[in-house]
């Protein structure tokens, strides 16, 4: 059966997305032309703008879809542990993929650079990496962790980092890294309040 118009401008617009995710990486967010994205996607340069109203939308759709996606498995981790340090030692497990010189740590860096000269993909990021924070600071509620909410986000800031920073070297060992952050997650003593600083 011949494929129809509608999964033809489906499959173009995925290819799109693909090559955009792949050409950040590769080049660099402000590098990244239409010539480029048609080139690699396969496609006339006119069916870029046919599906994206910009370069620039294309490039934060592609960009936040990947990044979605690696916090919904990051996500499954969470859900999966029985305790926060056991949650913080599957998700360190899971960065274990990433050198800071592959395709997602070099998308997530050009990312966060660019969300600091674009006011929509600041919001939508944020919007992102707040849904993921609230997520981890609910399974540490759960677990008794004092003030989740702040130590949630320490915990998230602290893994993006260590993602980023390790483009610049190897730093320490991943087992080290991962002691320190468990000290962060311990859960309360009893009777020691857990939502908030005080209480």
């Known amino acids: 059966m011949s494929a129809t118009a509608a999964d033809r401008g489906r499959e173009a617009r995925r290819r799109l997305l693909e090559a955009a995710a792949e050409l950040i990486a590769e080049r660099g967010w402000a590098a990244v032309s239409t010539r480029m994205l048609a080139e690699r996607a396969g496609v006339a340069p006119g069916?870029?703008?046919?599906?994206?109203s910009s370069v620039q939308a294309l490039l934060t759709e592609a960009a936040l879809t990947v990044m979605h996606g690696l916090i919904e498995q990051t996500g499954t981790s969470l859900a999966r542990a029985r305790t926060p340090g056991e949650a913080l030692g599957l998700m360190m497990d899971f960065l274990t993929a990433y050198d800071g010189r592959d395709p997602t740590s070099l998308l997530f860096a050009e990312t966060y650079l660019a969300a600091g000269r674009d006011e929509e993909l600041r919001r939508s990021l944020g919007e992102l990496l707040t849904g993921f924070g609230r997520a981890l600071a609910?399974?540490?509620?759960?677990?008794?962790?004092?003030?989740?909410?702040?130590?949630a986000a320490v915990v998230a800031a602290a893994i993006d980092g260590i993602m980023l920073h390790r483009a610049l070297g190897p730093g320490p060992d991943a087992t080290e890294l991962t002691a320190v952050l468990r000290r962060l997650v311990a859960p309360a003593e009893p009777g020691h309040p857990t939502r908030g600083d005080s209480s």
Do not use: G, K, S
């Open 47 to 52: 069916v870029v703008h046919y599906h994206f």
């Open 138 to 151: 609910d399974r540490l509620a759960e677990h008794q962790v004092p003030a989740p909410d702040a130590t």
